[in-house]
């Protein structure tokens, strides 16, 4: 009896301590997509890049196709939205956070922006990852 209670114990410290982990976790990415909001919405699309993981390997997926690399994902939002009037105000409404295994979620979502050029809403789904104790895009699709 004493051995069923050790191990019930432990299982259920181990449960809670995952449980803080994926909730510290989905603290950090909402924390991170804070970031991006802002900074898209100040006009800081360099800023805003600050999420995406600085690698040739980070894929963006748009309705022109696939961006390879972080540099050309810089370079093809400065073309798409060269102006604030372009980049106006970003919200998002987060649909789900979720776990892939430890150090990687996906986050769907819906995005608008509100600006003078014409509104713009659509979704999105990100992939992300913990790189270097820092959660990172590794890969994005938005249509």
């Known amino acids: 009896m004493k051995r069923l209670l050790v191990v019930l114990c432990f299982i259920s410290a181990f ?16 924390a ?3 970031a991006q909001r802002i900074a898209w919405s100040d006009n800081n699309i360099e800023e805003f890049m600050a999420g995406y993981w600085k690698s040739d390997s980070l894929k963006f997926y748009g309705s022109n196709g696939v961006t390879h690399g972080w540099e050309n994902t810089l370079e ?3 073309k798409a939205y060269p102006t604030e009037d372009h980049t ?13 295994s430890d150090g990687a ?3 769907m979502g819906e995005y608008h922006l509100k600006r003078e050029v014409g509104n713009a809403d659509g979704i999105f789904m990100i992939i992300l990852k913990k790189i270097d104790d820092e959660w990172k895009i590794i890969a994005d699709t938005s249509s």
């Open 32 to 34: 991170l997509l804070k």
């Open 76 to 78: 093809r939002y400065k």
């Open 88 to 100: 106006g105000k970003l919200n998002f409404k987060i649909n789900a956070i979720s776990k892939i």
């Open 105 to 107: 979620y996906y986050v």
């Open 15 to 30: 449960n809670s301590s995952a449980q803080s982990t994926d909730d510290t976790d989905k603290k950090e990415i909402q």
